[in-house]
């Protein structure tokens, strides 16, 4: 797939990447409060006043997604909890969680770091809900985070949040890009389009909310302001010299209790190495998706995969179908993508992703499973993906 639609990492220049974010200026955008290292700050106690204004809360945003799309990728609310009541309130939750489910012996795989190595709530979002309705209600009540989310995707946004505890000693991650795109294995993501690799960044917006003082010997988020612009980029992070690149002209910023960060999916980023002796920097991280990620209609398509399968079968077995023929049937069939999941029971060991549906049926298919263990796998499947 060399043609101008598609692209591959040989095609990523890092001369090209390099001239792009090099000669941005990085000018302070009229409402923030401050610039730090090309990154907008804003003043949360100043801005409280625009939110109640409507006309004044939509030029807000509009700046917002200005910084996020086209400026530095990234922008930093400031003391978006005042009062840090509600954020001490959830730790003593997630810390309880955190405690049971390692009594339970749960070891959440990450994305990133091996399991165990930090502590991770998956699906942070609904535990707190379920087991602290007025903790979670007083958390969410915070209109900079609403606005914040309004200001990327629009309305009918759906918020999800892990939380993430990088012990002292914590590894750093490498730099990397987020979900949808970032998530996807590079053989993946080559069989996407380029305006695919345009229009992931504006299906979801990434955050944090600082859930302890984190200098910057704690390993906040690296950051490469202007990276998000680089159209190639959910292929190019993964070459080494793009990697030594973002080494070499990442940011850091001390956060505080309180403080949120909000920043294009797009961008490069990489949490960083905790070299304290005693800071456990926790965090909850923030990952809002837009409301028109959803299809028209529901369909089980479990059921369809449990009917379909030992028709593939007979029609490999007996060459009746090219394997390419067998693909486009599964296409037409089984969930393609791995997410949405419980990622408490399907956690993405091995990879950045858990398998697919698609993927456990191509994978029957090839190794000639009985009907019987495929259905077994189909249910198994449903079971992991489930609440």
């Excluded at 974010?21 to 990085?26: F, G, K, Q």
């Excluded at 629009?154 to 990088?166: D, E, K, L």
């Excluded at 029971?345 to 697919?356: E, F, T």
């Excluded at 029957?364 to 992991?384: H, I, M, T």
Aim: hydrophobic share 40%; net charge negative.
């Amino acid at each position: 797939m060399n043609g101008t639609n598609w692209y591959t990492e040989s095609g990523c220049s890092l001369d090209e990447f390099a001239s792009l974010l090099e000669r941005d200026t990085a000018l302070k955008p009229p409402f923030a409060s401050e610039m730090q290292r090309k990154i907008p700050l804003y003043d949360c106690g100043a801005l409280a006043d625009m939110l109640r204004d409507p006309s004044q809360r939509m030029a807000l945003q509009a700046e917002w997604a200005s910084v996020l799309r086209d400026g530095a990728g990234v922008l930093v609310l400031k003391n978006a909890y005042a009062d840090t009541g509600p954020v001490d309130e959830a730790n003593a939750i997630f810390e309880t969680i955190i405690r049971h489910e390692r009594e339970r012996g749960a070891s959440a795989g990450d994305h990133f770091a091996k399991a165990g190595a930090n502590d991770r709530i998956w699906n942070a979002q609904e535990k707190l809900c379920l087991q602290a309705p007025r903790v979670f209600a007083g958390y969410f009540a915070n209109p900079f985070i609403e606005c914040a989310a309004e200001a990327w995707l629009g309305p009918g946004f759906q918020m999800t949040s892990q939380v993430n505890v990088v012990r002292p000693g914590g590894d750093a991650q490498q730099a990397h890009r987020d979900y949808h795109l970032g998530f996807q294995s590079a053989d993946e993501v080559r069989r996407y389009p380029a305006h695919v690799h345009t229009m992931s960044p504006f299906l979801t917006l990434q955050g944090a909310v600082a859930h302890s003082d984190m200098p910057v010997e704690s390993g906040p988020t690296k950051l490469l302001p202007f990276s998000q612009r680089y159209a190639q980029g959910y292929l190019a992070w993964r070459r080494a010299d793009f990697r030594e690149y973002f080494e070499a002209h990442c940011v850091q910023l001390p956060l505080e209790k309180g403080d949120a960060l909000f920043f294009s999916p797009a961008l490069f980023h990489a949490a960083g190495a905790n070299r304290t002796r005693d800071v456990q920097r926790m965090a909850n991280l923030l990952q809002v998706s837009s409301a028109y990620g959803r299809a028209m209609e529901t369909l089980d398509r479990a059921r369809m995969c449990e009917a379909v399968f030992p028709v593939l079968l007979d029609c490999k077995a007996t060459g009746r179908m090219s394997d390419a023929e067998l693909d486009s049937v599964i296409a037409s069939c089984a969930e393609g993508y791995a997410f949405p999941t419980n990622l408490d029971r399907d956690p993405p060991i091995g990879g950045l992703a858990p398998k697919s549906q698609q993927a456990l049926l191509r994978q029957a298919l090839d190794e000639a499973w009985s009907v019987d263990a495929f259905g077994k796998a189909l249910k198994d499947n449903a079971w992991r993906r489930s609440t």
